[in-house]
DNA sequence: CCTAGTTGCCGGAACGATCCGGCAAAACGA
DNA sequence: TCGTTTTGCCGGATCGTTCCGGCAACTAGG
């Protein structure tokens, strides 16, 4: 006992478990993680110890002799945070992984530039990877188990993917307008580059194509700032008066195209349908509230966190797909002429 | 060499390294990290040889070694998580803990409810803490470096504290509104048990006291729905017709009441002015745009992150504390009868 | 030239958990 | 009763890094 770099006051080891239980550090080691051959009563007396003594495993040394690092990465590109969707996906991800007794740890894509980056973790958690990303690029190469919410657009492909059919929300959405009295729906779709964003538009297009009228389209970057997207809905009227609704792809775009409208005197719900791609508070406090589809944020992370467990530890294939199914939650603010639609009614499933 | 766990593509180690540069691992290990006597030409021959070899340290040695882990934890209060000041605040821990070679491992309430529950990590940041968080004691049980954004009220203390004026410019709010012609302003304040909260009720309190009108004050949770919201702030009204002026303070709160009012032919701006305590793309999305301070959430994680380094290396005692100066802005939805503001102007820094 | 101090480098012992292989004792089969 | 297997437990080596202590070689002072 020549120098402890710190003298902790809580370091008690397996040896000190083992000693109390009265056995030898194997055993020890194997009654608490039910590995070797113990008698159940051995068993029972080293927890006992295990639990007397406080004793908390030391991570590292775990680490080290079985070359894991019990944590998984979750990576957000920092765009896409400011949006509930997101913060929940992150609890999606943290729960999960403490059910496994994991840590979560957050990857962001500043710093680490160095070329043979390497998270310090077992496997990695993807929200809506865009293919142009370089620190996606850099964490494929690290060879580690990837999850992806959402597919990984171009020619790499991550080892699981955890994904909705959004084309189909997004058509039933269309179809909802239509039914509600709206001939000529517009779209703010995103710019990004991601599988959402272009399942998007290509709904709206194949609609149009099938219902056979002239699409209004506008891109805006995910995180547009409110003015802007109102900027952008403003122009859109003015030069398609013809326009009776409009759907806001991203988060928060509705709900801003909604206000400008309405503070423009455009009778919202009646007049102009307004539908949200993604649900958030936004949409809950717009007069009238705004039908949207619900992106399951929470349990989009479960499952990927659940579905890289299953591919660390040998429960799932490479290669494995998973559908989220989504929900619509219709509001007033796409109630129409025909009638009213209470605040908040039962919600409709997708598919 | 019976077995090993996982034999790894890359496992390079320092020893490969030494070998290379033709010296012995310590003076691999000392030249890397700077801490020995090392010449120049060997120091530099054997980073020219670790990035040869494409050598990355096995943090899990270098923890078990060093009774460190190379990372910090992030505890967040999952009824916040819905806000986009606390997703700025958690980049501002990541980038900064990037800046020093630190993981960010995020803590959760769920699961670990063991009593002895000790995250595996060198310090900790605490958002908004509530004294009450049975989670918050189990974190301060740990003797863990915890640094807090805000105080924590009650008995226990955190080793360091960032926080903000919050009463400061709460103030400045205030006289703000009564300077645009508000007589009777009312305030709409948090449930939460946090310094920040009662600073808000405190500051409107006194101010009321100090200008002597009867304070009109409601409370809500933090995340209370905004058709909530919406519904206290209709009752206000109703009951006492003369308030001319609103502060909603937490996340959301201001928009989801100005877009009621909106909605039941208020003219927000004029004759009923508006203001957040807390700035968001709601209340820049609203119409008019809202009044709101800027909570600084993005510099008050890197503050917190960068004092818990300090800490953590002995470049600051415990018990220190920082101020994080905000600023407000000031919008249309205050500009009064007198004049008109135009939708984002310069800013004005309170203090 | 001799001693004391400095510089540059190295061997080896930790850190705490895991797990291979071994070895008694107990259980089993005939 | 005597081999043979199974059960229950253990010693010791090992993961990759850090860092203490030591040892030559060199420098400096007198």
Known sequence: M???????AGAVTIIDVAQAAGVAKTTASDALRGHGRVSPAT????VAAAARLGFSINRSARSLRTATTGAIGLYIPQVLAHTEHYMSFIYGVVNEAAAFDYDVTLIVASGHAKHG?????????????????PMIQRLLDTGLPIVSSERLLGPRQTTGVVWSNHAHYFTLLLEHLAERGARHPALIASTTHSEWSFAVQQAYADWCRAADVAPHQALAPFAAPPPRLQEIARAMVTDAPEIDAFIGAGDGVAAAVAQALASDGVRIGSRMLIASGVDSSATLAAQPPITAINTQGGEGGQLCARLLFDL????????VELELPLEIYYRASTAGNA??????PGRKRGS
């Open 312 to 319: 660390l530890q040998g429960r799932a294939e490479p290669g």
């Open 339 to 344: 009638g009213h639609i209470s605040s908040r």
């Open 43 to 46: 068993r029972e007396a080293v």
């Open 117 to 133: 980056y390497a998270p310090h973790v077992d496997g990695i958690v993807l929200i809506d990877p865009v293919a142009e990303d």
């Open 2 to 8: 020549t120098r402890k770099p710190a003298p902790p």
